[in-house]
């Protein structure tokens, strides 16, 4: 039995590159979770604006929104604190979702709830796209290459 099978190029010919960790983690975190939190606002649409007209689709879309407007500060925080003060991140990380957490509390109960606003899409807005957006954070941190250790410096031949 013969296989027509194109062998490729042979092993150990050439360099592999180095291999860094990810760069901008937290912007393409961003990216991946953005483009999951629309896809779950337009799958909530599809069935609300069926039952329910544009003020169901509406009421899906605002809960998806303020869902990805929540998490995306998170990220923003973390890219922009990750590069200046990467051991603090983590304590602007709790910061900021305090401030969060009462800001948009605050903000909703000043405001208040609209006579079109339909709770149940809304609701099944924001759930939809709390699952697709940390869906996607997952893969993106399974994906993400994080540097552990530092690497060692390159001795010159000098000083061996």
């Known amino acids: 039995m013969t296989s027509n099978a194109d062998p490729g190029p042979a092993s150990g010919n050439g360099s592999v590159g180095g291999s860094g960790p990810t760069r901008s983690l937290w912007l393409r975190l961003l990216a991946i979770s953005s483009a999951a939190g629309a896809g779950a606002i337009i799958l909530a649409g599809i069935p609300a604006v069926i039952l329910n007209g544009p003020d169901g689709v509406l009421s899906s879309t605002l809960g998806g929104l303020l ?65 697709f957006w940390q869906a996607a954070e997952i893969y993106g941190f399974s994906k993400a290459r994080l540097q552990i250790y530092n690497d060692p410096e390159p001795k010159e031949p000098h000083d061996v």
């Open 67 to 131: 869902v990805m407007v929540f998490f995306a500060i998170s990220l923003l925080v973390g890219h922009f604190m990750g590069r200046n003060n990467p051991s603090g991140a983590i304590g602007m990380f709790v910061a900021t979702y305090f401030v969060k957490v009462v800001g948009f509390a605050v903000v909703l109960f000043l405001i208040g709830a609209p006579a079109w606003l339909h709770g149940r899409w809304f609701l099944i807005g924001a759930v939809a796209t709390v699952v």
